[in-house]
């Protein structure tokens, strides 16, 4: 009913810049908060940043600084742009939608992961 697709990953230098987006279509009415966390082999997956429909924010401490996310209500569209990327950025970034509603009649969860894209920070 609602499915969620990432684009924007690729190989970058250290230092460098991406910008990650994710958009979500299908049945929905409205999508409460929109947001990045990412995953890196053997590790567990951690939030990167979210943003709620008011447009109020909430990253990981260590990735203010670096990373920026972003939203388009009315394209239920989510960015998250990331300068000075390192090496230790490098993960799968899986966008998510939290508290989703769908159109009138229509049930179903609340909760919808994309299917990641990958980030590369090596030189």
């Known amino acids: 009913q609602v499915q969620l697709v990432e684009s924007g990953g690729g190989l970058v230098q250290p230092g460098g810049s991406l910008r990650l987006s994710c958009t979500a279509s299908g049945s929905i009415f409205s999508i409460y908060v929109m947001g990045w966390y990412r995953q890196a082999p053997g590790k567990e997956r951690e939030l990167v940043a979210v943003?709620?429909?008011?447009?109020?924010?909430n990253y990981k401490g260590s990735m203010r600084s670096r990373f920026t996310v972003s939203r388009d209500n009315a394209r239920n569209t989510v960015y998250l742009q990331m300068n000075d990327l390192q090496p230790e950025d490098t993960a799968t970034y899986l966008c998510n939608a939290g508290g989703v509603r769908l159109q009138p009649g229509l049930q179903g969860p609340s909760d919808y992961w994309g299917q990641g894209t990958q980030v590369t920070v090596s030189s």
């Open positions: 943003i709620n429909s008011d447009g109020r924010s």
